[in-house]
């Protein structure tokens, strides 16, 4: 049970797209996507010389989705090796440098960041796209707003702080804070929503509890995530609405591509893709062809209002399952169930079995006495073992309750995922917090025996 009141009313920023039918808005998409075609191929290095390359010869010509499907996909690693040949912000640029008036770069936690600039229109959608974040969860002019965020060149929190300039909400920036200013920040000025990662979220929560102040009775009444799938756990999302008193929403974006998906107040119906300012495809990733609706697949994007870097059919690596039914709420914007299930590549094989890390994560946040937790991938004998650290609530004192839970959890990956994990513990406090992109899962030559 929530500790506050909460209207579970359906709320939207563009009711009129978001509400359409299927086949408006695939006209809509269409009609965005030709006008962005035309205009980077008379202007554009990268694409232009891309599409050449591919063979094709006039982009101008394409009629139709079939058409534009015959576009080369794109990956992350071309805009790489692009940004290292031609330093420091590579050819997908679609205007003269002069015309931007953002950068920002990638969080860099898988290699050099990648440089992505914007001018006042592209900035501009990048906000509109965070307007579609916070009206799913009816987030409006009249709240009051707090990043607890270290607000640095990745570009994180920035563009949500820009959205709620264009809301009309009141933004506090919580960079140059440290955990314990940031709860009394929240005391003070008593802001009704909190945009941070999940796992800062639980963090603030846990520090203010170490602190004897209780955040459930604070003034936050929703906390909006990204960075980490989390808030589309479901034991990880339940554990953050009981800390903060607070509805959970979840909402993912890349430096790349921009704030692309949100959640509404249908429950857990998924995460709605914005089909308003992105046309998306679930590809089959070895193949690239379409997958089915309800299969899982690689999410593959466009974005259709951000001209001055834009990302054209770009393979996210993010593993995905759509439904295109409408939505309790009424939209009709696409969903993924579950949320983003997985990296296409950060899958693991552990004896044979095929394992997301955010599944071990939902069985072990159902757990209240595990406070943080590490997972270390090793071989052994070229198969990939799993070690697993917990670090258990300094409430749990007896070496014999220790054990049980150890044994408990253990249990529960076995029947739920078919995986025999080796579990150690270790004191409370020890593990890593993270305000930024959680590394939980980790490779190791040699697990941590305890
Ligand atoms: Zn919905």
Redesign the pocket.
């Known amino acids: 049970m929530l500790a506050k009141e909460f209207q579970n009313q359906y709320t939207y920023y563009d009711k009129d797209v978001e509400t359409c039918s299927r086949e408006a808005l695939l006209d809509l998409q269409l009609d965005k996507l030709k006008k962005l075609l035309a205009h980077v191929w008379d202007s554009h290095g990268f694409y232009a010389n891309k599409w050449k390359a591919a063979g094709l010869s006039n982009v101008k010509d394409i009629a139709g989705i079939g058409d534009f499907k015959k576009l080369p996909l794109t990956k992350k690693s071309e805009y790489v090796q692009d940004q290292a040949e031609n330093p420091p912000y590579g050819t997908n640029l679609t205007y003269d440098i002069e015309n931007y008036v953002r950068f920002h770069q990638t969080s860099g936690t898988t290699g050099k960041p990648l440089k992505w600039l914007d001018t006042t229109e592209s900035w501009d959608n990048w906000a509109r796209c965070w307007c579609f974040v916070y009206g799913?969860a009816g987030v409006t002019a009249a709240d009051r707003i707090f990043f607890p965020f270290s607000f640095g060149p990745f570009v994180g929190f920035w563009s949500a702080f820009e959205g709620a300039r264009k809301l009309g909400a009141l933004a506090f920036p919580g960079g140059g804070q440290d955990t314990v200013t940031r709860i009394n920040f929240i005391l003070e000025n008593k802001p009704t929503v909190i945009c941070s990662t999940p796992s800062y979220a639980l963090r603030l929560a846990e520090a203010a509890l170490e602190m004897g102040i209780d955040l459930s009775k604070s003034s936050v009444q929703k906390t909006i995530h990204a960075g980490e799938p989390g808030a589309s756990i479901p034991a990880t999302k339940k554990k953050i609405e009981t800390l903060w008193g607070a509805k959970c929403y979840d909402h993912h974006g890349m430096t790349e591509t921009g704030a692309m998906s949100f959640t509404?107040n249908?429950g857990p119906?998924g995460v709605?893709l914005n089909e308003s300012e992105f046309y998306f495809e679930i590809l089959d990733p070895e193949t690239g062809l379409d997958v089915p609706d309800g299969q899982e697949g690689e999410l593959v994007v466009t974005n259709l209002g951000r001209w001055g870097m834009p990302v054209i059919r770009y393979r996210t690596g993010d593993k995905v399952k759509v439904n295109r039914n409408r939505?309790?709420?009424g939209?009709s914007f696409m969903?993924m169930e579950g949320g983003i299930l997985g990296r296409v590549d950060d899958m693991l094989i552990v004896r044979g079995v095929n394992v997301f890390p955010s599944a071990i994560e939902n069985i072990i946040r159902a757990y209240d006495q595990v406070s943080e937790f590490k997972v270390e991938v090793y071989k052994d004998k070229e198969m990939d073992e799993l070690n697993l650290l917990l670090e258990i609530d300094q409430n749990v004192h007896s070496q014999e309750e220790i054990a049980k839970l150890i044994r408990t959890v253990k249990e529960d990956l076995k029947a739920n995922l078919q995986i025999r994990v080796d579990i150690g513990h270790v004191p409370a406090g020890t593990l890593p917090r993270f305000e930024m992109k959680a590394k939980r899962v980790i490779r190791v030559e040699q697990p941590t025996k305890l």
Request: proline content about 0%.
């Open positions: 799913g509404c249908a119906q709605h939505c309790d709420c939209r969903r």
